[in-house]
């Protein structure tokens, strides 16, 4: 028989097959396959006929495989066992008694929203295996289009039509100054601040390009004097007095706070921004996602 011929061999048949040699008999397989008896032969008649040689010996007691058959029965329950581990792994699954759940969070997302959302979530589902990776969010948009996350909770990303954003939480940027520095006794303009040594992200970041975009608004460039990779060390560098700071509210309070910073009044408003989470519209989502994002959902409508 020609190699190519095996494809057009019916499946169920080998499914026939394998209850009949299991069990090596006839009545037994049709009991369990819950089909007649004269169907399961008929079955075993058109598979022997496909592959062009003998499978069973009929006996009183039953049949006896051939050493083909016997060939055959290994492999194919081999391919019966992979498909029951499938099975058990996917109703697993299904009820998250096992996988992981891959996720990309910013270090805001990350330090000031996701964590007692993830807390939450591995009380409930302790089975899951949660992979967090810190990212900025174009980097977090990238390895969702690449397959290597499953969802990312990040500030709001530019709009795209193979993105589907849920907007979680709204939040406000401030600028900083050290406490005392003149800016913070009366209200200035964007204008006025580039005047002034300015501490921020790096390049590359949503922060950074939306603080560009604000002085470009004003037809003024931002050429800072410090650029920090992490928005942890704006409001000490700050503190220090080694530039004005932009950050979200968040990452200065615990500063403002103790004094070290105060908060300039700036007269143009700062629209506010979101915490979202994304997904990517062509790949659904896992089982361990679809609860993930139903937690995030159904939590912030209930808070507002």
Same mark, same amino acid.
């Given at each position: 028989m020609d190699r190519k011929e095996y494809m057009k061999v019916n499946l169920e048949h080998y499914k026939i097959f394998y209850f009949v040699a299991k069990n090596k008999s006839i009545t037994a397989a049709a009991k369990e396959l819950y089909l007649s008896q004269p169907t399961i032969s008929k079955y075993i008649q058109n598979l022997e006929k496909e592959l062009g040689m003998i499978l069973f010996i009929r006996s009183k007691k039953g049949v006896v495989l051939t050493p083909e058959a016997e060939m055959l029965y290994e492999h194919v329950s081999k391919a019966y066992r992979h498909i029951d581990l499938a099975e058990e792994e996917l109703m697993n699954r299904r009820e998250l008694q096992e996988g992981i759940l891959h996720i990309g969070a910013s270090e805001m997302t990350m330090q000031h929203f996701l964590l007692s959302y993830l807390e939450k979530y591995k009380t409930w589902y302790p089975n899951i295996r949660l992979k967090i990776s810190n990212c900025s969010t174009p980097s977090a948009v990238e390895k969702l289009r690449n397959g +290597?996350? %499953?969802?990312?909770?990040?500030?709001? $990303?530019?709009?795209?039509? =193979?993105?589907?954003?849920? #907007?979680? #939480?709204?939040? #406000? %940027? &401030?600028?900083?100054?050290?406490? !005392?520095? $003149?800016? @913070?006794? !009366? /209200? &200035?303009?964007? /204008?006025?601040? @580039?005047?002034? $040594?300015?501490?921020?992200?790096?390049? !590359?970041?949503?922060? /950074?390009?939306?603080?560009?975009?604000?002085?470009?608004?004003? *037809?003024? *460039?931002?050429?800072? =004097?410090?650029?920090?990779?992490?928005? =942890?060390? +704006?409001?000490?560098?700050?503190?220090? *007095?080694?530039?004005? *700071?932009? &950050? $979200?509210y968040n990452f200065a309070a615990a500063a403002i706070r103790e004094g070290t910073v105060e908060l300039i009044d700036v007269a143009e408003s700062l629209q506010e921004r979101y915490i979202c989470a994304v997904t990517l519209n062509s790949r659904p989502l896992s089982s361990a996602a679809q609860k993930m994002m139903k937690l995030l959902i159904e939590r912030e409508e209930g808070f507002r």
């Open positions: +290597i996350i %499953d969802m990312a909770v990040i500030i709001t $990303p530019m709009e795209a039509e =193979d993105l589907n954003i849920y #907007k979680l #939480k709204a939040f #406000k %940027d &401030v600028f900083i100054a050290k406490k !005392g520095h $003149p800016l @913070c006794e !009366g /209200r &200035v303009s964007l /204008r006025e601040l @580039c005047c002034y $040594p300015f501490v921020c992200l790096e390049k !590359g970041t949503i922060s /950074r390009k939306y603080l560009e975009e604000l002085f470009l608004a004003e *037809g003024e *460039g931002l050429v800072p =004097d410090i650029e920090l990779a992490s928005t =942890d060390l +704006i409001a000490p560098a700050v503190a220090y *007095g080694l530039g004005i *700071g932009f &950050v $979200p």
